[in-house]
């Protein structure tokens, strides 16, 4: 079956640091990776996504997130915080071809010190 | 993107009772997923629910607890039933609006059960 793991519950960083949330998931075959971003009192919304091609993929605000397929991973990073990226942030993995489920890590609380 | 919408927003619950939850997309989709969040946890999946076909429930959820119903191809209900403390949770509907499997989440239902 497949799984996510996301190494970090809770970081705290101060404005204009860097971030990498680590995310590693388990399958063998093909997969599409996410990174979904809760922000205090608002929907989950989806951050990037990869399903194919450069493995590097920029998403909204600044953020991107690389494929690594040899480590199975899909860190998530930002050169430069804000405190405005306060929120939980959630890796998720999909077998396309298998099943339509969608399978979440168990989320990372980010808090941004201003 | 899709626009979804859940009913009620949040309850408070007393034990043994049960809460239907509505979700409202604003556009035809063909498959509707309901979640489940617990306090600190990652999102669950709970089921799968394609219009004119039965849920597919996902291990450790079955029916008789959390029956579904898809009356057309823009609206679906969970209700949680015979409730108890441990069924407080954040119960989220999300559709798969793309070919690649990517999903839009509704505000969710925040359900506390006393």
């Known amino acids: 079956a497949q799984s996510v793991s996301q190494h970090n519950h809770h970081v705290i960083l101060s404005e204009a640091a860097s971030l990498e949330l680590g995310c590693n998931y388990s399958y063998g075959g093909t997969v599409n990776l996410f990174w979904y971003v809760q922000y205090p009192g608002q929907h989950l919304q989806l951050l990037l996504k990869?399903?194919?091609?450069?493995?590097l993929v920029k998403g909204i605000k600044g953020f991107e997130a690389e494929f690594i397929k040899s480590k199975f991973s899909f860190n998530l990073r930002k050169p430069s915080v804000q405190w405005s990226d306060t929120a939980e942030y959630f890796c998720?993995?999909?077998?396309?071809?298998?099943?339509?489920?969608?399978?979440f890590g168990k989320g990372t609380r980010l808090h941004i010190l201003p | 993107s899709a626009v979804i919408s859940q009913k009620p927003s949040r309850d408070i619950c007393q034990r043994g009772t049960s809460l239907t939850i509505q979700c409202q997309v604003d556009?035809?989709?063909?498959?509707m997923f309901w979640y489940r969040q617990q306090p600190g946890q990652s999102l669950t999946l709970i089921a799968t629910a394609n219009q004119g076909s039965e849920a597919t429930y996902e291990s450790g959820f079955v029916i008789d607890k959390f029956p579904i119903s898809r009356p057309n191809l823009t609206f679906s209900t969970l209700t949680v039933s015979n409730m108890s403390p441990e069924d407080s949770s954040i119960y989220l509907c999300?559709?798969?609006?793309?070919?690649?499997?990517?999903?839009?989440f509704g505000p969710g239902t925040r359900l506390t059960v006393t």
């Open positions: 999300s559709v798969d609006r793309g070919m690649k499997n990517e999903q839009y």
């Open positions: 998720a993995v999909n077998a396309p071809g298998r099943d339509d489920k969608i399978i």
């Open positions: 990869y399903f194919s091609g450069d493995p």
């Open positions: 556009s035809q989709v063909t498959m």
